[in-house]
Each structure stands twice: as C-alpha cells, then as structure tokens.
C-alpha cells in the first residue's frame, strides 16, 4: 500500500516539501514542488549513481514549476541500498527495480489531493530513461508523457514498443554513442516520439545554454500533452535539430 504523506488540502503552494513513499518493502524519500496553478505533474527518474538533490534535475525542475508543472524528485534507492550500490554497483543498473519504484511512484501521485487530478509526465535521465520508459509502459493509463535527457531508452527493452506516451528524446550533439543508442530506440517506439539533438551538447549538458535548452524543450513537451485531455498528436516520429546559437 501506498504511503499517504502530503497533507489532503486543496490549496496550492510554490513551496517544495519533502515527502515519504512506502513502496513494496522500502520507503523513498522525495521532494514534492507545487506551483501556484498545477497543470500536470512531473516524476523525475535520475541517472545510475545520483539522486534526488542531482543539481541538474532540480535546474529542469525549477524551470517546469515556473511552467506551472508540479515536480517529484525521488530517491530511487534507499540509504543502505546506496550504500551498498557504492561498492557493487549493480541496483542503479536494476532497470526492473527502478521502474517498480517509479510505477509506486506514480501510484502515490493518483492518491493525493493536491495531484490526484493531474496528469503524469516522467523525466528520466541517462539509466533513469530506460526505468521511466518501462514504467509508462505498466501504467499506461496514468503515463501522460515521458522526455528522456542525454538517456539510455535501449534500456527499457522489450517495453519500448508497449509505451503508449507521447515520447521526446533529447541528446547532446556531442554524445554520439547515446545519439545512436536513442535512434535506435526511437524506430521502436510506436507511439509519437520526437528525438531533438542539441548542437555542441555533451552527455551531461554542461555547456553554457545547453541545460537551459532542455528545460525549455522539456517544459514546451509537458505542457502539450499534460493539459487536459491531452492535445491529439499525430502517430509519427521524428527527428530534429535545435537551431545552434546565433552571434553575439
């Protein structure tokens, strides 16, 4: 059963709050952002070795919010599972772990209040790609959308052909094993997918601008395809190029 931790009140608040998710044996440890006016709401599935608190995350998250996207940033693993993927490295590569969690995890947002009427998107990142992947694969009546940064969507096998959400793929133009790796993927998936290559990118979108380009890919995708009903999007996939920065 899923832990019921955020408070049942129908106001919204701009304030981020930390939150406990009791999935399966194990309870994660979250951090729930409302803004002022919810229009979807957005689970993050971080890469192999991060978390939560992942600098880069909270930067598309913050961005999102300001889009008016409620966000939970989740700890996939608990401490003493971290503690021991520190020296085996072998949970944060456990796809089929990861998107279990991420499914409890979107379980838990259909039963609160403040999140029970909007609809799931899921940002996953590197590894967290391929969980987020196999996740809306299971729920498909609660995935919405799904957006991949710099991610391993290879990971999610044999799910990827049942993933039903609108899928956008962004990969640095720098990261060419990853851009192949997500082509692949991209001809596998049946519902819509996009896959946008950003110019001068590397793997983790370091680059000045180049973080804030995902952010505002990401926020433009989520807000077509989380608004109520979901807007009707043609069944094709397609590749494109962000435009490379003009003079200045």
């Given at each position: ?8 009140t129908p106001m919204w608040s701009a304030e981020e709050r930390p939150v406990r998710i009791a999935s399966g044996s194990v309870t994660l440890d979250g951090d729930l952002g409302l803004p002022a ?212």
């Amino acid at each position: 059963m899923m832990a019921e931790m955020v408070r049942r009140t129908p106001m919204w608040s701009a304030e981020e709050r930390p939150v406990r998710i009791a999935s399966g044996s194990v309870t994660l440890d979250g951090d729930l952002g409302l803004p002022a006016v919810g229009r979807g709401a957005v689970l993050f599935a971080h890469g192999s070795g991060s978390g939560r608190h992942s600098p880069r995350n909270r930067a598309v998250a913050r961005a999102l919010r300001a889009s008016g996207q409620a966000t939970l940033l989740l700890d996939l693993l608990t401490p003493e599972e971290e503690a021991i993927d520190l020296h085996t490295r072998h949970l944060r590569f456990d796809i089929g772990l990861l998107a279990g969690r991420l499914v409890g995890a979107m379980d838990w947002l259909a039963r609160q209040a403040v999140t029970a009427d909007l609809r799931i998107g899921l940002f996953g990142a590197s590894t967290g790609a391929g969980a987020a992947l196999v996740a809306a694969a299971e729920r498909p009546h609660l995935a919405a959308a799904v957006v991949s940064r710099g991610g391993r969507p290879d990971l999610a096998g044999a799910a990827l052909p049942r993933v039903g959400a609108p899928t956008l793929l962004i990969v640095g133009g720098a990261d060419e094993p990853v851009i192949a790796l997500n082509r692949a993927a991209l001809a596998q998936l049946r519902a819509v997918g996009e896959l946008v290559i950003v110019p001068g990118a590397t793997h983790l979108f370091e680059e000045a601008g180049a973080l804030d380009e995902v952010a505002r890919l990401a926020a433009d995708w989520f807000a077509r395809h989380l608004g109520p009903g979901g807007p009707a999007s043609p069944s094709r996939s397609v590749e494109s190029q962000v435009p490379p920065p003009g003079p200045t």
